[in-house]
């Protein structure tokens, strides 16, 4: 059974940087897609970033628009954990931040594309 939990979020002030991790356990699949989503009151859940990987391989990482030379992904194969540095943050960065995965080695920006999703971590910019 696969399970995500997200952990390093809390609140930051305006140009501030956090860290989130998402550890996985029971990923069992040696190729697959791991994926930031966010999701601010009253909003939908936005895609934020993804990885791709087979093995110990990464084959591709995107990320929005919104958040592209701001945030960094990365994943510690031998942690089975997927982490996000987001520098500069802005308000428009407090939201809910999900950690979702899927075996296909295959990246997506839409929530139903990914089968695995963690409880998400709070993260709240203020001025």
């Known amino acids: 059974q696969v399970q995500l939990v997200e952990s390093g979020g809390g609140s930051v002030q305006v140009g501030g940087s956090l860290r989130l991790s998402c550890a996985a356990s029971?990923?069992?699949?040696?190729?697959?897609?791991m994926a930031w989503f966010r999701q601010a009151p009253g909003q939908e859940r936005d895609f934020v970033a993804a990885i791709v990987w087979i093995g110990s391989l990464t084959l591709t990482s995107k990320y929005d628009d919104s958040v592209k030379g701001r945030f960094t992904m990365s994943r510690d194969n031998a942690k089975n954990t997927l982490y996000l540095e987001m520098d500069s943050l802005q308000p428009e960065g407090t939201a809910v931040y999900y950690c979702a995965a899927r075996s296909e080695p295959n990246w997506g920006n839409r929530g139903y594309e990914y089968d695995y999703w963690g409880q998400g971590t709070q993260v709240t910019v203020s001025s």
């Open positions: 029971g990923l069992t699949f040696t190729s697959g897609a």
